[in-house]
């Protein structure tokens, strides 16, 4: 099937009003740092008339950092909740009240003199971000054709790595990571959520939804700008006991929640939270490191424009080439900052795995496994199996934010050999247990792991019990996307 205009713009809108918001909010407190905590002391020394500790102080820090993928993490626990009630593009609607009033908060924190209203503010906009990246992926999936799934699955990422580049871009010191304009920035998040509040709901909700669990043919097939196959409805009557459901799903369940943690432990989030205390560790002079931290950026969004060659190369490959680059990233990274000491060279050495730490992760580790989880599940399991994902993500992201500071005062540089082999253990998994699921359907998958599981299914066969089956092999095709 060809791509077409609404598909086009209705990737566009959902992409830029909600993944961007994660990519930014990764990395916008990143530049303005030393300018936020310096707040934060002038703040408490106007309260308590005597200096912040400087234990306190990393604390603060840690948790105005963390309480973003915390906040992920409950948001990704209404996911399910939310997609059955409202569907797809109505939760994207209403997530948009997660970013547009925490980016008041923080907008004028410095005004109210309080250092609070950003770690609440944080922890909301964060709820927006944890329903944002399980929606979005589980929306686009829903509306894209089986040979454009791939590509179409890479765009929430693409504008993820362009929201951290935005971030990094606003924060030199000569735009706004400056005393003066960091609340602006941190309030600009706000912007993108407007826009999609506004042009989204022009816009059709995801045809499988209003087909197979709404039960709405009329909805799901409306409008020029929807084209669906007609066929008759057909319900499918071979029972499946709950037992054969759980063993059905074991090692889909197993695999996402690997992919993801492996994703987020594997350390990325480490160097976008506190990119510039590390390049100030490897030794990178303070006023190039802002440049430095641009550059990278730059690199990780044109290495995930590249990425749309998943429907040519294959999502299995992509991860295992991926995690095989981040592993050998972060041994080069300790061994260049042992060194950086006696040799002189070395803090390039350091920048270059930086770099090449942020390819491996922009190629596979980054897009693909949402991309694989959207493709692993019927429609019915899939709300539930993308709030288990995205609650592994944001707790994983939530562990690294708040313990990297610590980790890195404890274990120097030897700090990033646990995430080399977080990445090691992951890319054996999957190279184990992950199958292809390049140009298959979602019904072809699910056949797949029946195997794995040691389980004897047709592609007919639901994935409920019988009083609680809605879909069937002719629903999967009536609901043929934009």
């Known amino acids: 099937m060809r791509l077409t205009v609404v598909l086009v713009l209705a990737t566009l809108i959902a992409a830029f009003g909600s993944s961007f918001q994660y990519g930014y909010n990764v990395s916008v407190v990143n530049s303005p740092s030393q300018f936020m905590q310096q707040f934060y002391n002038t703040t408490y020394m106007e309260r308590y008339h005597s200096p912040m500790e400087e234990n306190v102080l990393t604390l603060l820090w840690s948790l105005s950092v963390s309480m973003f993928p915390l906040g992920g993490f409950f948001g990704s626990l209404m996911v399910a909740p939310l997609v059955n009630k409202f569907g797809r593009k109505g939760t994207l609607l209403f997530n948009n009240i997660f970013s547009i009033v925490p980016a008041i908060m923080m907008g004028v924190s410095e005004i109210a003199k309080s250092y609070e209203i950003i770690i609440v503010a944080r922890f909301i906009v964060g709820i927006c971000a944890g329903l944002s990246s399980n929606v979005v992926p589980m929306y686009l999936g829903e509306i894209a054709p089986k040979n454009l799934r791939g590509a179409l699955g890479i765009v929430p990422q693409l504008f993820i790595t362009v929201g951290i580049l935005c971030a990094q871009v606003l924060g030199i010191r000569n735009i706004l990571g400056n005393s003066t304009g960091w609340t602006l920035m941190l309030g600009l998040t706000g912007i993108p959520a407007a826009i999609q509040l506004l042009l989204l709901p022009f816009f059709p909700e995801s045809p499988r939804y209003m087909l197979i669990q709404n039960g709405d043919e009329k909805k799901a097939t409306k409008g020029k700008k929807v084209r669906c196959h007609q066929h008759k409805k057909s319900m499918v009557h071979k029972k499946i006991t709950p037992n054969r459901l759980n063993r059905s799903l074991r090692w889909q369940l197993i695999s996402i929640v690997v992919m993801n943690m492996g994703q987020q432990l594997s350390g990325v989030n480490a160097i976008y939270y506190y990119a510039d205390s590390i390049y100030g560790s490897a030794g990178v002079r303070e006023s190039d490191i802002q440049y430095v931290t641009v550059g990278t950026g730059a690199v990780n969004v044109f290495m995930t424009i590249t990425v749309f060659i998943v429907e040519a190369s294959g999502r299995r490959l992509l991860l295992l080439c991926g995690f095989g680059i981040c592993c050998g990233a972060c041994v080069l990274l300790t061994v260049a900052l042992n060194l950086q000491e006696t040799v002189t060279w070395m803090p390039y050495v350091s920048i270059a795995s930086v770099i090449v730490y942020v390819i491996g992760h922009a190629i596979g580790p980054s897009p693909i496994p949402y991309v694989v989880a959207t493709e692993m599940f019927r429609q019915t399991a899939r709300p539930a199996a993308f709030m288990v994902a995205g609650s592994v993500h944001w707790l994983s992201n939530f562990i690294v934010g708040l313990v990297f500071p610590f980790l890195e005062v404890s274990l120097g540089p030897y700090s990033f050999i646990i995430f080399a ?33 040691k389980v004897e299914l047709n592609l007919g066969d639901g994935d409920l019990p019988l009083k609680e089956l809605k879909e069937s092999p002719q629903d999967a095709q009536k609901a043929t996307p934009f």
Do not use: D, G, H
């Open 421 to 453: 082999v977080i990445c090691l253990v992951t890319l054996i998994y999957i190279w184990l247990v992950v199958p292809e699921t390049k140009k298959k359907t979602f019904l072809e998958v699910f056949q797949m792991f029946a195997k794995r599981n």
